[in-house]
């Protein structure tokens, strides 16, 4: 069955980096444009950038731009999201995404934490 398995969260201090990692199987992950959101305590969730298929074209919520990057490796049915320069809020747990026409699938998020 199709699964998405969000790594690589923590805490970390103000300034610092982290790269999550999402690991997709049960699908054809190459065909699937990937997506990370992050949602905040009390808050909606928020869509922070996506990654498409072949090509790897990125595209980033405004508020995102400059800190995050997407990547993924389709040899190894991964998706990355790197964060830097953290902030307090960046505290939220982030999840990725994939989505193929009307299919829509989402992993049960990581927890990041960004605190002094």
């Known amino acids: 069955q199709v699964q998405l398995v969000e790594s690589g969260g923590g805490l970390v201090k103000p300034g610092g980096s982290l790269r999550l990692s999402c690991a997709a199987s049960g699908f054809t992950f190459s065909s699937y444009a990937m997506s990370w959101y992050r949602q905040a305590p009390g808050q909606e969730r928020e869509w922070v950038g996506v990654?498409?298929?072949?090509?790897?074209?990125?595209n980033y919520a405004d508020s995102m731009k400059g800190r995050f990057t997407i990547s993924r490796d389709n040899a190894k049915n991964m998706v990355y999201l790197q964060i830097n320069s953290l902030k307090p809020e960046d505290t939220a747990v982030y999840y990725c995404?994939?989505?193929?026409?009307?299919?829509?699938?989402w992993g049960q998020g990581t927890q990041v934490t960004v605190s002094s």
């Open positions: 995404n994939a989505r193929r026409g009307s299919e829509n699938y």
């Open positions: 990654i498409t298929t072949t090509s790897g074209g990125t």
